[in-house]
């Protein structure tokens, strides 16, 4: 906005009566620094499931609704190799329902979303958090706490038949044509007949003494709610004088559903409950992979919970759910290694495949994951690909697995050297250098049998081999370069101080470009026990960097948010030439003109439009966040900055041509702006 107002400003303001060519060729001189500015794109993110909201399972498909994601469709059919389908982004997806071939989602920023054939096919705009269908109606609780009673036969246009007023709703459950909703602090049940939705009536209320329920649900006679601090039982045989039953207090802050007489409820654990009597007992019961609460669906003798991703459970027998597959997706992503069709990614889970064919649209197409000795799962820090092999660094293990089939990557080996975290590692023919506590160098010639071949005793970090030089850094010590020539005895040839903490780098032959303390350091090791900086670069409000990637004369330098894009041709005065705003930003790989960055998601980034064209000047674009409130913070302030500095340029350019005309008029020249080519040399 504000440079398409300065170039107006320019175009309106700066020609003179003398120069009727100023105004355009300074518009032209704003458009292109515009058009360079938009050089660096976002052209897709891959699809979690860390954030799903509601699960609804048919025919062997489950449709997530799943926050800022929007919806996915994942096939479960075969439970160990769960795979996403499709995704459909929207606002914020939190509630979802499917009819035959229509899907419905309530989207807290863009209301009710018709879905069919994983497009939008009609919406209603009221923000909405729940939605239920029962008998053609589409009843959706508004994000006031109104519920609204949509006919949706024609699913295109969805019609307001009626509402009703019950502003604290929190929860929505609908039998038929009675809706059971609770809201309020203390909690406050209500029963509403729907039958005639243009005039709904309250058929009673019953006073709970909690403050927040977690789940809600209705089966025959008899409601459930689910609080904090414990699981509730009402009988609601009469609707206008609800009662209290029964108090279970293991199943606090959870979501469940109800079968038969039997409550499938995910807490920190997954737990089975016999309530056929006044006395709810539990039958079963089993470890999660994630200790957060969690949707729950059962169909058959199968259920179905997403909440980090989506467990499978076989409950045939009550007694021992056993589980049957995992599609976890906890934490964020950590790191990322890119071969022609797949990016490989280290994160929440142990490895992660991503489709990359169609860069707008990353699919990912395959998993491994595996908990710990303690129970919780094993995340990864680091990742290589070479050929068919992946290997992945974490703080226990390093392994590694087969990806010839990469829908189903197969461990190969697991080793556990005597180091700390893996921070980072290089695979260099058949041995991994691996930076922890000490440079490891690992024998990975057997993928299946990893072995040591030898440790250099020094605080090790990121690693890059070049030659029989490896390259390391530390917080003490900043830049170490260490001989490898010889395998089984590494030896320290120097080290360079640098100011600040180093947090990343990569050698390109005998130049090593060094990342950390807000800056980009280009280091000549021509002379390996003389190092010296030859040139250096700020990267302004740019800290916590995470990943340095040198391709051609172009860096590509990574950060908690964002990545900066600097041209390193002249290594004595490197320049930043782009900036993208993303934020929980880990590792970064580039491939042509795409980089491919772990943040939450993998994001894909076209660095310029061709692999020859690369952009001549500075400039700074914003990207999405995900809608973090830090992002939209610094959007609104860029927005801000930029407004005014439109502005004030925009002014200043007025005044200035003002002046210039009155002294033009005075002496009666013309000038050179008449001249086609004074307008080209000043673009």
Known sequence: TASAFLCLTLFFFSPSPHNPTSGPCMALLCVTYAAVVASLTLLGQTVTLDRVKSIKVVGGTAYTADGS????????????????????????ARGVEVAGSTI??????????????????????????????????AYVRSLEGVILALDVADPTTPKLLGSYNFNASKNLFVVDTTVYSLGGSPLDLQIIDFSTPSDPVLLGSLGIDKFTATSFRVSGNTAYVGTYSSFLIFDVTDPSAPSFTAEYSEGGNAIFVIVDNTVYLANQRFRIIDVSTDTPLLVGLANRSSTNRGFVQVEGTTAYIAGDGIQVFDVANASNPMLLGDFNRPGGAKDVAVSGDYAYIAGGALLQVVDIKNPAVPRIVGFYSENTDGGAVQTSTTVQVVGSIVYVGTCLYFYTFDVSTPSQPRRLGRFKPQFNCAIGFQIVGTIAYVGSSGLHLLDVSKPEDITTISVYRAQAGVVSVSGTVAYTV????????????????????????????????????????????GSLFVIDAATPSA????????????????????????????????????????????????????????????????????????SVLELWESSSTRPPTPGITEGDSDNDDDELATLLMITGISVVLGLTVGIAVFKWQVRRNEREDAVGQDTEMHDPQTCRDMV
């Open 69 to 92: 994601s929007g919806l996915a469709a994942v096939d479960v059919r075969n439970p160990m190799e769960m795979t996403i389908l499709w995704n459909l982004a929207m606002g914020d």
């Open 104 to 137: 419905y989602v309530a989207d807290a920023i863009t209301g009710l979303q018709v879905v069919q054939a994983g497009s939008v096919v009609g919406r209603y705009s009221d923000p909405c958090s729940e939605v239920y269908l029962s008998a053609g109606i």
């Open 474 to 517: 530390n917080m003490f010590e900043g830049l170490i370069l260490i001989d490898v020539g010889n395998t089984s005895a590494p030896a320290r040839i120097a080290s360079l101080r640098l100011p600040g903490i180093v947090e990343a780098l990569v050698a390109s032959g005998t130049t090593v470009y060094v990342a950390g303390a």
């Open 531 to 602: 190092p010296s900086v030859i040139g250096s670069v700020e990267l302004r409000d740019f800290t916590f960097v995470k990943d340095v990637v040198v391709t051609g004369d172009t860096a590509v330098v990574s950060g908690a948010k964002g990545v900066r894009v600097i041209n390193v041709s002249n290594s004595s005065a490197p320049q930043v030439l782009e900036s993208y705003a993303l934020t929980k930003v880990g590792g970064i790989a580039v491939v042509g003109n795409m980089a491919y960055v772990a943040n939450d998601r993998m």
